[in-house]
């Protein structure tokens, strides 16, 4: 690593190619790929292809499926290059990753972004982190998938932050049966039990000094709709329709962001992004699992289009 920086000094080496070894090794500490083909187009490399097969030869990355993604060899080998390569005053971690989210294979999203979310070395640029995600318009139905479910991981983390006063209220309170005194349902309407003001219902066996507490924790709940804030405003923010599904397991991804932009952003409308003809052509060879997902996120989003 000495060696190429000298070159670059020395104006022998192009500083892109510091550039690459950073973005390779920062993706793959979370086991993410890049599209080679994409990243060359990003940086100025005067050869490129010498470039990655020198890199190669000194085990720096390696190119895989036919030479279409460029990634590390182990992410623990990754960590340590990223370490020696990313400085926070030249060469920040988040300049970095703006610049590597676009290029990652787009299955890979969701992986790189919750590991990032958790690693403690980066906690300082959490928020920062988190504006770079949103900004993201993926380009598959893998890829929109992976960024909603990070982005409801991440709601859920910070609404559980949020309330963490109340959930040591609810254990001070009730103990092991904590849970009853929070409203931790999430789903839908009519998709979960709904627990309500139970202690109302159980007349004397809770002494009316406990109920009002009970019930004073209960409205100290940060409402349920925080959770899902982040992932709606993204969902909302959608613009251009991902390329068409071309497995009968993106089907699954795309059940499931018909199901949540329903829910979440029931004015707008992604169903039709997949043309009706076909989605009937694809019915056929869809796994009956997968087929029962799409039918239930289109009867919630579309159900004129379902039952024809």
Partial sequence: MQRIGE????????????????????????????????????????APNCTLEQFEQEYFLRRTTEGMYLEGLHPIRSNILSCLLIQPDVNPWLDIVA????????????????????????????????????????????GIAGVLR???????????????????????????????????????PGEGPELGEWWTTLGSLIPLERQARIKAIREAQTPKN?????????????????????????????????YWTTRLTPDKSVIDWIPENQL??????????????LSFALYLGDSAWHQG
């Fill in 150 to 188: 990070s982005l409801l991981w991440v709601g859920a983390w910070e609404y559980v932050a949020d309330n963490c006063a109340v959930l040591d209220a609810g254990c001070k309170e009730l103990g092991p049966a904590w849970w009853f005194t929070i409203d931790l349902n999430f789903a839908a």
């Fill in 99 to 142: 610049q590597a989210l676009p290029l990652m294979l787009e299955e890979d999203l969701e992986t790189f972004i919750l590991h990032a979310w958790v690693d403690e070395d980066y906690q300082a640029d959490r928020d920062h982190f988190l504006d770079l995600v949103v900004s993201l318009q993926p380009r598959t139905w893998s």
């Fill in 7 to 46: 070159e670059v000094r020395r104006q022998r080496a192009s500083p892109d190619e510091l550039r690459l070894l950073s973005l390779v090794a920062v993706a793959s500490v979370y086991d993410a790929r890049l599209r080679t083909r994409d990243v060359i187009a990003s940086l100025e490399l005067p």
């Fill in 280 to 293: 009937d052509a694809s019915v056929a060879d869809m796994p009956l699992e997968i087929l029962a997902d």
């Fill in 226 to 258: 925080a959770l899902f804030q982040r992932s709606q405003e993204w969902l909302q923010a959608l613009s251009t329709p991902p390329t068409s599904p071309s497995a009968s397991e993106i089907w699954r991804e795309v059940a499931e962001v018909w």
